[in-house]
T-cell receptor, first 111, second 116 residues
Framework: DAGITQSPRHKVTETGTPVTLRCHQT?????MYWYRQDPGHGLRLIHY???????DKGEVSDGYSVSRSKTEDFLLTLESATSSQTSVYFC??????????FGPGTRLTVT | AQSVTQPDIHITVSEGASLELRCNYS??????LFWYVQSPGQGLQLLLK??????LVQGIKGFEAEFKRSQSSFNLRKPSVHWSDAAEYFC??????????????FGTGTQLKVEL
């Protein structure tokens, strides 16, 4: 257990609205990640952070932004939600050596 | 860029039978390889990892995997499957980032069904 919580765990929102998902970790890990999971695609990296205010894009970053103002929190924002962003979102941190630990996930439905 | 292929989308085995899940990777350097398991509605749990050294690695829950560089494979095995092993299994390859992190690329997963 890497002490990762995600909120909310479930959310239904309408197309065009902004949505923010929160990831909180208690282990003081430097690296944090956001993935989305879709059937037939496995997990795909959206954004990651390598420190406070230091972030970089993953392979499916369009339509998403992130922020990390504290070590323990990593926020994922959908600037204007679309139906294609209906997915399960996982946050992860990295322990030693190089092992990623995953949160419980957030199921987002965009109607 | 790295990639992972899991050629089997679904596998069904009988309880007590042996299991092998296939994973092939593409990566330009020495790979860091992982197997994760996901039960329905849950997050991912790390089963085992390979970084270097012995090519046969042992993991939790009685799983093992063998790294074969010549075949670019990292297949997961278990000698006797239990009904509780029914889940989805993901293989991943990691690229090391400066400063101690890594980026994982996942396969599309293999759904394991266990028949009683």
């Amino acid at each position: 257990d890497a002490g990762i919580t995600q909120s909310p765990r479930h959310k239904v929102t309408e197309t065009g609205t902004p949505v923010t998902l929160r990831c909180h970790q208690t282990e003081n890990h430097r690296y944090m990640y956001w993935y989305r999971q879709d059937p037939g695609h496995g997990l795909r990296l959206i954004h990651y952070s390598y420190g406070v205010k230091d972030t970089d894009k993953g392979e499916v970053s369009d339509g998403y932004s992130v922020s990390r103002s504290k070590t323990e929190d990593f926020l994922l924002t959908l600037e204007s939600a679309t139906s294609s962003q209906t997915s399960v979102y996982f946050c992860a941190t990295i322990g030693q050596p190089y092992e990623q630990y995953f949160g419980p996930g957030t199921r987002l439905t965009v109607t | 860029a790295q990639s992972v292929t899991q050629p089997d989308i679904h596998i069904t085995v009988s309880e007590g039978a042996s299991l092998e899940l296939r994973c092939n990777y593409s990566y330009g350097a020495t790979p860091y390889l992982f197997w994760y398991v996901q039960s329905p509605g849950q997050g991912l749990q790390l089963l085992l990892k390979y970084f270097s050294g012995d090519t046969l690695v042992q993991g939790i829950k009685g799983f093992e995997a063998e790294f074969k560089r010549s075949q670019s494979s990292f297949n997961l095995r278990k000698p006797s499957v239990h009904w509780s092993d029914a889940a989805e299994y993901f293989c991943a390859v990691g690229a090391v980032l400066t400063g101690g992190g890594n980026k994982l690329t996942f396969g599309t997963g293999t759904q394991l069904k266990v028949e009683l």
